[in-house]
């Protein structure tokens, strides 16, 4: 009842999660992740009853075979998309292949599964700003985690205290907090520009046999860079082979849309709202380790193909009569700032932000509205 009334107000559709990743802050697993078919299949019929409105969901999709029987069926029912997050993890990295493939036939039999896949990884941004790094955990650093950022630097900058923390085991009991504090094979200088691809060499464990010292030290000293503000990547999904191989294939798979351009629900980690002008930058115009996006072919993924999954008929495409919707952009000199962290949310609350250099216009329906 509240999800037809939601959408005979205007919803896109329902969206829920079945990723043990989610969880509240007290541990419990968000609502949705262990729901039955019957409350699945019952909220999206409503779907088909409004006629409108998409089914989306962050899945785990495990079993891939249970999960995607659902799936299917309520597709075939309803006639709605079903919408689901489709990455590459590194304990299973060609489950999205199998996933593509039972997309192709779930759909081959009248069901209409779409996987949204990423323009880059998803990618964690570790700091002394943000909201976790490498010590998060260690205990001398909790006795300066609560300090301003130039008293933190200064106290990590002692030669005393980093050989004290550098000593220490991290506390934590949540596997994937000490899987991301371990692995240094996966962790890079972010840089300026950007450098979202960075080659296996330029990993902190690589650069830390290079010089034949521990990664953790290699770690720490780089934290410390621009007065403690410095940002080191973590590809957490979508990097598996250290390339963006697996991505090109997903992103040009004839079922699939673009998604995952996180903009803010773990704003004080991750900034990835950027895809869009990633796509531009580094799909179109700069990269160097593989297969580019034609101009076309990237445009058309951000509008016409967006626009069909939910539902937007009046545009995505430069037809007379729709929206005409038009951006003017520098190409040549389009440019992704490094990320930064702000502290303007309530309560002096953290958030990260990417500025970006280089689009001009918005034209809608023939009128300039920014």
Known sequence: EIVREALAAGAL???TSRTLLHRAIDGEPVPGTFAGEEELLGIGR????????????????????????WMEKLGTLTGRP??????????????????????EAANARGARLVPQVAARPTGLLLGLESSFHPFSHHPS?????????????RRMRDPAFRARILAESPRNDLPIAAYIAA???KLFPLGDPPDYEPAPEKSVAAVAAREGRP???????????????????FPLLGYAQQNFDALHTMLTHPQAVLGLSDGGAHCGIICDASMPTFLLT???RDRVRGQRLALEQAVRLQTHNTAALFGFADRGTLTPGLRADVNLIDLENLRLAPPEVVFDLPAQGRRMVQRVAGYRMTIQSGQPIF
């Not at 409503?46 to 409108?52: C, I, K, N, R």
Request: glycine letters at 6%.
């Open 13 to 15: 559709g329902f969206s």
């Open 282 to 284: 580094h799909w179109v």
């Open 46 to 69: 409503a779907l088909g009853q409004v006629g409108h409105g998409v089914f989306e969901m962050a899945s785990d999709l495990a079993p891939e075979g249970s999960e995607f029987a």
């Open 141 to 153: 650093f909790a006795e300066i985690a609560t300090l301003p950022l130039a008293d933190r630097v």
């Open 82 to 103: 079903i919408t689901f997050a489709c990455l590459q993890n590194d304990l299973d990295p060609n489950q999205w292949q199998r996933l593509l493939r039972l997309v």
């Open 215 to 233: 990664a953790q030290e290699i770690a720490y000293d780089l934290l410390l860079a621009r007065e403690g503000k410095e940002l080191l990547y």
């Open 183 to 185: 692995s240094f094979h």
